[in-house]
């Protein structure tokens, strides 16, 4: 994998982040009393993290 590669692995990534927090963000304001316990790690949030 050449380094532009990754670079553009790691942006879509984290858009991809971006959008489920987002999404969640949404989630919760319209539905203040929603729990979110069964979320789960996404390989996009780990590369997000990682970088």
Known sequence: MNT????????KAERRVL???TKLHRWARDDPHRRFDDLF???????????
């Open 19 to 21: 959008e489920i927090q």
């Open 41 to 51: 790690v996404r390989h996009e949030a780990l590369l997000t993290v990682w970088r």
């Open 4 to 11: 532009d590669e990754l670079e553009y692995v790691l942006i």
